[in-house]
């Protein structure tokens, strides 16, 4: 079992840039690929980025590209998301997970939760 705890989120202005991080317990964090979704109260939790196993390939939602990149750790037990140039409709809770599928969208291949950090991007 994989317990994770997201942290970095907060109020940045549009145009400006946060890093979240992700740490996980267990000893088995690296055979699980990990994924960042987000979630706006009233609606659906999107996909936003995924790392494999050995953090080897990601692989980002389309709104995304170029601006969050998506990073781990294994010897940390960590798993980051750097985002940048952020927009006020990048304002969501964002969770950070846990598959053992590389890739997928779906939160329902996802084993794993966290609690979620708020970000919120003011115009």
């Known amino acids: 079992q994989v317990q994770l705890v997201e942290s970095g989120g907060g109020l940045v202005q549009a145009g400006g840039s946060l890093r979240l991080s992700c740490a996980a317990s267990?000893?088995?964090?690296?055979?699980?690929?990990m994924g960042w979704f987000r979630q706006d109260p009233g609606k659906e939790r999107d996909f936003v980025a995924a790392?494999?196993?050995?953090?080897?390939?990601?692989y980002y939602a389309d709104f995304v590209k170029e601006r969050f990149t998506i990073s781990r750790d294994n010897a940390k037990n960590t798993v980051w998301l750097q985002m940048n140039s952020l927009k006020p409709e990048d304002t969501a809770v964002y969770y950070c997970?846990?598959?053992?599928?590389?890739?997928?969208?779906?939160?329902?291949?996802?084993?794993?939760w966290g609690q979620g950090t708020q970000v919120t991007v003011s115009s």
């Open positions: 997970a846990a598959a053992k599928r590389f890739g997928s969208r779906s939160t329902y291949d996802y084993l794993y």
């Open positions: 267990g000893r088995t964090f690296s055979t699980y690929s």
């Open positions: 790392i494999s196993w050995g953090g080897g390939a990601t």
